[in-house]
């Protein structure tokens, strides 16, 4: 997950589980429409939006249960080890 927008971004691997009901975008589309991921006022930083797709998909089975503790440790790790001085901001993010 990253924005072409930023100067740069890391590459976290969440690999999905197959499931019988993710296999059309329909289903895709509708976990985002339910879980009212579409209201986001974006701000300039993405992370919180990041941090609650992972966390859904996951109470949905469609990655790990400990999909979103490991993107949690994962964005702690870049920015104690971030040797390019480039920030990952907190972000608390808008649902509307």
Request: net charge negative.
């Amino acid at each position: 997950m990253f924005s072409k927008e930023a100067k740069q971004y890391w590459f976290f691997d969440l690999p999905v589980i197959q499931q019988d009901d993710l296999n059309t975008v329909d289903s895709f589309i509708n976990l985002v429409v339910r879980k009212r991921l579409h209201c986001y006022q974006y701000d300039g930083v993405c992370l919180s939006w990041c941090r609650r797709v992972v966390q859904d998909f996951a109470e949905v089975g469609w990655v790990e249960q400990r999909a979103e503790e490991r993107f949690a440790e994962f964005v702690d790790n870049v920015r104690a080890n971030n040797s390019a001085g480039y920030f990952i901001p907190e972000d608390e993010g808008i649902f509307l």
